[in-house]
Every structure is written in C-alpha cells, then in structure tokens.
C-alpha cells in the first residue's frame, strides 16, 4: 500500500499531526504499538501554554477543552513561610489552562476516527527503510499478525523518546545533547478537590514539591525523591505527611486536604535534544526529538509546536511541491526546543534541593529575584505562558 505520510507513534503529536494533515488534504497512515486504552489512559502533562489552546480551537478540537479546561492567570512560587503569585495575565497578557493530556488524546483519537483515516494500534516491528531516497517505507506487523509495508513520501517519527525512529538516523548524521538530574519527581493523583486554586511551586529544606490538578475534584501532586525511589516505600500517608510539610500545611491558615489516591508513580528527570530534527525523507517530533524534565511542564507544549509547524510544512511540500518550509522545519523547531529546554532546567535547577548548603543560598536567592522583580517575573511569565508558534 502507499500514502503520503506515515506517522509512527499515537500519542499528542502523532494524534494532532494526523489531524493537522487531514484538514490539509493529506494522507496518512497513524501506527501505535500500545492499545487506544492504554495511550488514552497514561497519566502525563497537564498543563497548555495560551499557544496550544489556540491551535487546538483553530483546529477545531478545541471545543471540550474551552467547557472543561481550567484558566489559571499564573502560578503560585512558594519558599519556607512565603508564597507569592506569579500573575501571568497581568505581567505578559497570557493565560495557561489546566486539561489533562488523557482528555486531549481523547479529543484527537475520535478526530482520527471521524476522518476516516487509516490507524493501526497495537502493532509490532516497526521498522523504517530508505530514509534517503525518494521513496522511503515502512514495515510493521499488524495486531492480527499479518506484516505490512507502506510506501510514503514522507516519515512522520512522533513515536517518543523509546521509540525506533531517531535511532534510525545514522550516528554521523545526528548529534545529541543532554543531562540527567540526580532526583526524581514522585507524582500521585487523588480523588480530591484542589486545596488551591492555581498551581504552588514549592521550593523546600527536604525537596521539592507541586500542587496540581485536572479537573474540580482531581488533584495532581508532585514530591521532589532519589532516581531510585521504589514507589512501595510510600505509602500513601506518608505521600500526604511529606506534601503537608512540602507545601506549608498550616501556613496563614493554608489546609492541605488529603483523599483517595488512584496513581502513583515515579518519573525520572531528564533533558535530551537530538539534533537536527530531519533526515531525508524522515522528521522528528515531540518526545522522540527532545524531552525536557517536567518544571515548567514544557514537554506537550513542545510536541505540539513541533506539530504545528511540520504540518505547515509537509502540507506545503506535498500539496504545492514547495520544499522552503520543510528544509527550515529542524532549524525552527529546534530555536522553541532549545528555550524550553533552557527554561525546564532553569525551573528545575531553582527549584530542587542537591545537599549542597551553596546551591541552597542560591535558588533562594534566584526565587527571591523573581517574586520581587517584575522584570524577573516576566521573564518566567513569557517562558511558562509560552511564546509564541514560529517564535
Ligand atoms: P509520546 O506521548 O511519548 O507518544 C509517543 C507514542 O509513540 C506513544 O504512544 C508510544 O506508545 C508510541 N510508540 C513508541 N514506540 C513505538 C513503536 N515502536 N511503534 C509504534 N509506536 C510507538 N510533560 C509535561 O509537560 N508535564 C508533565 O507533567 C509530564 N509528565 C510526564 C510523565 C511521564 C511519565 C512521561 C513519560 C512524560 C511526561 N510529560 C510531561 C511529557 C509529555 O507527556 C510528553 O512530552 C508528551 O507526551 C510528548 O508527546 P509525544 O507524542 O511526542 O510522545
Ligand atoms: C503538571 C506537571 C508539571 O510538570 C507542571 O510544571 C505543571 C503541571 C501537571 O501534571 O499537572
């Protein structure tokens, strides 16, 4: 079989690719080893920048999450007896909105369904051929056991930081740049109405920790623990003790209140960027091309301006044969990629605590700077509200 763009991997770029090209009148084959319940379900990002709620409405998915999406005007900075609002609205005259990244692959997979295109869950031995020819391919076993190849003119690889298609690209032909951060975040969620009415950042002697929260009665919480945390050494009072102390239980009468928690989990920190996002016929977005820890909840931001501009580009490419915004897609994409990977080890170098009395005095000295500068606190303000697409 042929199409014009096969896209490996379901997840919010993939979905939102597939959906972007089908209002473009292109083509495409959408590939997923994991089941739609299972891609629905996993428990990710959660918070969009004002430039992804407004691609999403423009591109018409936007519609439960402008009924169900929470406004929040900034965020909540917090150090030991201080917490101070950061007030987005005020200081850059952008927004962000709390909508669970579950709802937004959701909102996207029905899309898929209704355009009638073609998507194929639960596949197995991906594997792509003739990246740098003009007719390049792709081979997978379906869910049934039957093998497939699909010729394309083009490789959508959003199949995140595991997946096969960056490693596809010939070690001389890509570059890689990173870090690993000598902490973890342990995330739970619980069935319980926030304690807050916008996200505390909450900077502390025994670790970080974050208030969240995805809808009214559901709430997300973060505790800064070791890479090696096993989840088992936290039962769940412990999880609420340590957020109490964390995040100034008491404080000015603040009440953190504890409930049922349904997911807990550990997440690893790490920033990584392969560069350039192209090669031939394949590109790269989202996860498989950068990931950025999770301060400052960049990583499905950054997945759907990849999407947004390699739509442009493909679109033009394959409808008008004009190739000018395809071979600038790595360079653009990566000038966003490199911000939001300078601004997620900024939060998270100001905000997680390393043992060395040094760093301590200066991240207090940094959240000092921003709760008091308003140039400082526009600087954040523009970063976690996001630039804009293109920027
Ligand atoms: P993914 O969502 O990873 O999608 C890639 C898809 O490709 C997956 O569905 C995967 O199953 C599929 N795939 C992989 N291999 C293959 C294969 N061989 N064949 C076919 N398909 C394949 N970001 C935030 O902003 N805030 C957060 O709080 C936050 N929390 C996170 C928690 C966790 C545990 C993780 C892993 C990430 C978190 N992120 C968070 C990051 C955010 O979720 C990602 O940046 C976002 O999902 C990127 O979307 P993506 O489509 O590029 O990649
Ligand atoms: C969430 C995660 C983040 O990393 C962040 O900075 C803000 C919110 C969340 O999961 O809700």
Same mark, same amino acid.
């Given at each position: 079989?042929?199409?014009?763009?096969?896209?490996? &991997?379901?997840?919010?770029?993939? +979905?939102?690719?597939?959906?972007?090209? @089908?209002?473009?009148?292109?083509?495409?084959?959408?590939?997923?080893?994991?089941?739609?319940?299972?891609? %629905?379900?996993?428990?990710?990002? &959660?918070?969009?920048?004002? $430039?992804?709620?407004?691609?999403?409405?423009? =591109? /018409?998915?936007?519609?439960?999450?402008?009924?169900?999406?929470?406004?929040?005007?900034?965020?909540?900075?917090?150090?030991?007896?201080?917490?101070?609002?950061?007030?987005?609205?005020?200081?850059?005259?952008?927004?962000?909105?709390?909508?669970?990244?579950?709802?937004?692959?959701?909102?996207?997979?029905? *899309?898929?369904?209704?355009?009638?295109?073609?998507?194929?869950?639960?596949?197995?031995?991906?594997?792509?051929?003739?990246?740098? /020819?003009?007719?390049? =391919?792709?081979?997978?076993?379906?869910?049934?056991?039957?093998?497939?190849?699909?010729?394309?003119?083009?490789?959508?690889?959003?199949?995140?930081?595991?997946?096969?298609?960056?490693?596809?690209?010939?070690?001389?032909?890509?570059?890689?740049?990173?870090?690993?951060?000598?902490?973890?975040? +342990?995330?739970?969620? =619980? @069935?319980?109405?926030?304690?807050?009415?916008?996200?505390?950042?909450?900077?502390?002697?025994? /670790?970080?920790?974050?208030?969240?929260?995805?809808?009214?009665?559901?709430?997300?919480?973060?505790?800064?623990?070791?890479?090696?945390?096993?989840?088992?050494?936290?039962?769940?009072?412990?999880?609420?003790?340590?957020?109490?102390? %964390?995040?100034? @239980?008491?404080?000015? &009468?603040?009440?953190?209140?504890?409930?049922?928690?349904?997911?807990? $989990?550990?997440?690893?920190?790490?920033?990584?960027?392969?560069?350039?996002?192209?090669?031939?016929?394949?590109?790269? *977005?989202?996860?498989?091309?950068?990931?950025?820890?999770?301060? &400052?909840?960049?990583?499905?931001?950054?997945?759907?301006?990849?999407?947004?501009?390699?739509?442009?580009?493909?679109?033009?490419?394959?409808?008008?044969? @004009?190739?000018?915004?395809?071979?600038?897609?790595?360079?653009?994409?990566?000038?966003?990629?490199?911000?939001?990977?300078?601004?997620?080890?900024?939060?998270?170098?100001?905000?997680?605590?390393?043992?060395?009395?040094?760093?301590?005095?200066?991240?207090?000295?940094?959240?000092?700077?921003?709760?008091?500068?308003?140039?400082? =606190? *526009?600087?954040?303000?523009?970063?976690?509200?996001?630039?804009?697409?293109?920027?």
């Amino acid at each position: 079989t042929r199409t014009q763009v096969v896209i490996i &991997g379901a997840g919010p770029a993939g +979905l939102l690719l597939s959906h972007l090209l @089908d209002r473009e009148g292109v083509e495409s084959v959408l590939l997923e080893n994991r089941a739609p319940e299972y891609v %629905r379900g996993r428990i990710r990002a &959660g918070m969009l920048e004002h $430039s992804t709620v407004e691609l999403l409405g423009d =591109a /018409g998915v936007g519609d439960r999450l402008g009924r169900e999406g929470m406004e929040h005007r900034g965020i909540y900075l917090q150090f030991p007896h201080e917490r101070h609002h950061i007030d987005f609205h005020s200081l850059v005259g952008r927004s962000v909105w709390v909508y669970g990244q579950t709802e937004i692959t959701g909102d996207l997979m029905r *899309a898929r369904s209704a355009a009638g295109q073609q998507s194929y869950y639960e596949v197995s031995d991906v594997a792509l051929h003739d990246l740098d /020819g003009d007719s390049p =391919a792709v081979t997978f076993v379906d869910a049934d056991g039957s093998p497939h190849r699909v010729h394309c003119d083009v490789v959508a690889g959003c199949d995140g930081f595991h997946g096969p298609a960056r490693r596809t690209i010939p070690d001389g032909a890509r570059r890689s740049f990173g870090r690993e951060y000598p902490y973890a975040w +342990l995330g739970v969620l =619980a @069935d319980v109405a926030p304690s807050t009415d916008e996200l505390i950042y909450a900077w502390h002697p025994e /670790g970080f920790a974050m208030h969240s929260m995805r809808s009214p009665s559901v709430s997300r919480l973060y505790l800064q623990v070791d890479p090696d945390e096993d989840v088992a050494e936290w039962p769940d009072d412990r999880i609420w003790e340590a957020l109490a102390r %964390r995040l100034g @239980d008491g404080q000015d &009468g603040w009440r953190l209140k504890p409930g049922r928690i349904t997911d807990k $989990s550990v997440l690893p920190m790490r920033s990584f960027v392969s560069t350039p996002m192209r090669y031939g016929r394949l590109f790269l *977005a989202g996860d498989a091309a950068h990931i950025v820890p999770p301060t &400052g909840a960049k990583g499905l931001n950054l997945a759907v301006a990849d999407v947004a501009l390699l739509s442009r580009a493909l679109a033009a490419l394959l409808r008008e044969g @004009d190739p000018r915004l395809a071979d600038d897609y790595s360079a653009t994409a990566l000038r966003r990629v490199w911000r939001g990977t300078h601004f997620s080890w900024w939060m998270t170098s100001m905000l997680h605590v390393t043992g060395d009395p040094f760093d301590a005095q200066l991240q207090r000295s940094q959240l000092e700077w921003v709760v008091r500068s308003p140039s400082a =606190a *526009a600087g954040l303000a523009e970063n976690y509200a996001g630039l804009p697409i293109g920027y």
